[in-house]
């Protein structure tokens, strides 16, 4: 394509007549955010750094990117740190934790090694690196278990945990396999009152982050009415590029921020490393589209959802379909659909692989290779063995119609009639 050749409008939400209803794993880039990405690519290629106009003209496009960023969340601009995912910045979170704990504490002061609590059912891109971390003997963590009356990390068990040498906690906004939202508001309220006795104490500030990939543009995000100090953002489930971002409370100052990396001082040497300008400028139309429209969306894909668990029960007759994520008095996300089909031999993997047309998970796309095996998450949330292991998980998009849920329940129909068949031949 030459300079100036517009992309090709991407066309991922119909694979070949396939349906995709695994909207938590990834999203198509919106046409806007393709076209973003190729202007800036053609037209905005200079050196950010360079003080020419090509570098100008890329520095003002990031510019307006992290405004965009800003606006979604009610933060400022200068709050905005890119990366190159969700992964990094929950990374950087951990890392920075740690960081700040040893430079809290006093000359001889042996309080040992950071402590960090998080949920039992936070993405690998939290557990993993405790793990780690756990396993070197640098830092210890609690997961907390969630309620199997609420599908929630609970505050107070949350609270429980806390030690002397605690110094963050990360709770997940919402649920990437449950959809149920976390109670990140009121942790945050408790642990800012708990951080005033602390600091009589002298003990280590209690840093508070939400991991809010799945949230952002299924629902109102605000990092005001969440208090925290970091919120971490993921690009490819809000129909923008695969890049993402942190949002700090003031980066360096009230809050504390260490680099992973170092190099040429982009990102005010928070984050180093020439700037990814096309995919920084898509990642911003993508913000802008959900501060236009988060609304629309969201009431959309309810309906959506609301309609696909309405036309489960129908088809399958209720005493077959248990839905995995209706918690009493839990939010939950406004697109995603957890539910088994109950019988001996329907395994939630089965099941999709005798489907036509139906594209979704068990579970949380980074487990997809783990076998037959039930989900930890869907275990945690008190779901006996026998149910998880049936388990699918349908998350619904912006396009996503009624009709499609229609096509998409036919072939679970067909599916199952098949296996069934073949079980009794
Ligand atoms: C809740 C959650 N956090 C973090 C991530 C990781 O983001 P990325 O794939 O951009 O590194 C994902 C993506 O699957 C996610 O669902």
Known sequence: MGAGTEPAEPQCDSLEGRIYLDYNATTPLAPEVAQAVWDAMCQAWGNPSSSHPAGSKAKELIGSARQSLAKMLGGRPEDIIFTSGGTEANNMVIHTACRHFHNSRKTGDSRGIPHIVTSSVEHDSIRLPLEQLGKEGLAE????????????????????????????????????????????????????????????????????????????????????????????????????????????????????????????????????????????????????????????????????????????????????????????????????????????????????????????????????????RPSPVLLSCGISPEVAQNALRLSVGRGTTRAEVDRAVQDLLQAVEQLEQDQAS
């Open 141 to 372: 963590a609690t997961f907390v278990p969630v309620s199997p009356r609420s599908g929630q990390a609970e505050v107070d068990d949350v609270l429980a945990a806390i030690q002397p040498n605690t110094c963050l906690v990360s709770l997940m906004l919402a649920n990437n396999e449950t959809g149920v939202i976390m109670p990140v508001a009121e942790l945050s309220q408790r642990v800012c009152a708990l951080n005033r006795r602390r600091a009589a104490q002298g003990l280590p500030r209690i840093l508070v982050h939400t991991d809010a990939a799945q949230m952002i543009g299924k629902g109102c995000v605000d990092v005001q009415e969440l208090g925290v100090d970091y919120l971490t953002i993921v690009g490819h489930k809000f129909h923008g590029p695969r890049i993402g971002a942190l949002y700090i409370r003031s980066p360096g100052t009230a809050t504390p921020l260490h680099p992973m990396l170092f190099g040429g001082g982009q990102e005010r040497s928070f984050r180093p490393g020439t700037e990814n300008t096309p995919m920084i400028a898509g990642l911003g139309q993508a913000a802008e589209l959900v501060n236009k429209n988060w609304e629309a969306y969201e009431a959309h894909m309810r309906d959506v959802r609301d309609y696909l668990e309405a036309t489960l029960e129908a088809s399958f007759g209720k005493q077959r379909i248990r839905f995995n994520s209706h918690f009493k008095g839990s939010k939950r996300l406004c697109n995603t659909c957890n539910f088994s089909i109950l019988g001996p031999g329907l395994q939630g993997r089965r099941v999709l692989a005798h489907c036509k047309v139906l594209l979704a998970s068990v579970g949380a796309a980074c487990h997809s290779e783990k076998g037959d």
